[in-house]
């Protein structure tokens, strides 16, 4: 086989639940079916076998890109000759958090996303801050509730304000979604050793997909002076696969130009890192927004460049997200406080409620798809869901 995805993640089964195993999703004749690396390596990749006996990605993020590459090659070579005895039906396996979240960071990449905010912020002003197109704006987010697909999500409380000024502590009454794409990190970098845009594949492994709930009325009190903090640290899903760089190589696409120009230390010129991604998201079933990743101003390799200029380093497990994903149109936003205009239009659905934030027992999943290398299909990232529940 020339192509597969071939996402990782890590898994268990209902007769083994406190054994942790890598797993590689399979694809074509194999559709349906979970490589279990843990396994396999032994046979298909020996040299690399340490790699995966955790169960998890942790040290084979930590192998850095010569180990991913050699990985990828052999299963490419094997993954559809693989016998039974070391793949599990999707319907038997439990998808576990992938890897050990070390640090994370979280952008506001899109030019779409924040002028839609700005408008509904700053009404009558620029939409953009002045320091907007000249750095990827981002903060450090909790990676301790950094959660894998499926998991409930509490609904906060915080800190509120109301709009004749009496301030309350309670539940969020503005719980939304951000649709985001998750880039993580491998290997590590050396404290004072900013990383620049050219060696981005060497030291981020791959993709996820991510929804950044966010409570609104909680980060509207409280982010003035020092930005996000209870309005978004209560909960972060991710998908439980991860999608390597490796299978990517022919969705890459330059992103938009770029006025005014940026400093030398993001110029991608000759390293564009824009993905031909496209997201869907689904609010009980039913599609309310396709955003495309193609559309945002600053890349994944700008991003981890401005996070390490002042010489940060990173280290493996390190996650670091796009912020949300928003096309031009309407039906590209992805998050509900543009959608509902900041909740002066109710999106109503195809059971006839309607929907300004999240309710209880509402379940949203984020999916998204590639173009396949023939450009006669489309291949599946997988997808993040989570369903909202009441305190």
């Known amino acids: 086989m020339t192509w597969a995805l071939l996402p990782y993640g890590s898994f268990t089964t209902a007769d083994d639940p406190d054994r942790r195993r890598v797993g590689v999703r399979l694809d074509g004749p194999r559709a349906g079916r979970v490589l279990d690396l843990t396994a396999a390596s032994r046979l298909l990749a020996p040299e690399h076998a340490a790699l995966f006996s955790g169960g998890t990605l942790d040290h084979f993020l930590a192998g850095g890109p010569a180990s991913w590459r050699a990985v990828r090659e052999v299963l490419l070579g094997a993954w559809d000759e693989v016998g039974d005895d070391v793949t599990v039906a999707n319907a038997d396996v439990a998808l576990q958090l992938p890897f050990a979240v070390g640090d994370y960071v979280d952008f506001y990449a899109s030019e779409h996303h924040a002028t839609n905010l700005g408008r509904l912020f700053r009404p009558g002003g620029d939409p953009l801050t002045p320091n907007w197109k000249h750095l990827p704006i981002g ?150 927004s396709r955003p495309p990743l193609a559309s945002m101003y600053w890349t994944g390799a700008q991003m981890l460049a401005h996070m390490t200029l002042n010489g940060a380093s990173t280290r493996s497990g390190d996650l670091f997200a796009s912020g949300t994903v928003s096309g031009p149109d309407p039906h590209q936003w992805g998050s509900l406080i543009e959608l509902t205009h900041g909740g002066r239009a109710p999106l109503t659905l195809d059971d006839g409620s309607a929907r300004t934030f999240l309710a209880d027992g509402d379940e949203v999943i984020i999916s998204a798809t590639v173009p396949t290398p023939d450009g006669n299909g489309a291949a599946s990232l997988g997808e993040v869901r989570g369903t909202i529940i009441g305190r």
């Open 139 to 288: 903060y450090h987010g909790r990676s301790g509730t950094v959660v894998v697909s499926g998991t409930p999500i509490t609904r906060p409380a915080g800190q509120l304000r109301s709009s004749d000024g009496d301030v309350s502590v309670a539940p969020t009454d503005r719980l939304d979604i951000e649709a985001e794409i998750g880039f993580i990190v491998g290997g590590h970098s050396e404290l004072g050793r900013p990383i620049p845009v050219s060696d981005f594949a060497d030291h981020v492994f791959g993709l996820c997909l991510v929804n950044d709930w966010s409570a609104r009325d909680i980060q509207a009190w409280e982010y003035v002076p020092l930005g996000p903090f209870l309005g978004k640290s209560f909960a972060t899903s991710v998908s439980p696969w991860v999608t390597p760089l490796g299978a990517l190589a022919h969705a890459r696409l330059a992103p938009p130009p770029r006025d005014p120009a940026v400093q030398a230390y993001l110029d991608d010129a000759a390293h564009p890192w824009g993905f031909d991604i496209t997201l869907e998201v689904r609010l009980n079933g039913e599609t309310i």
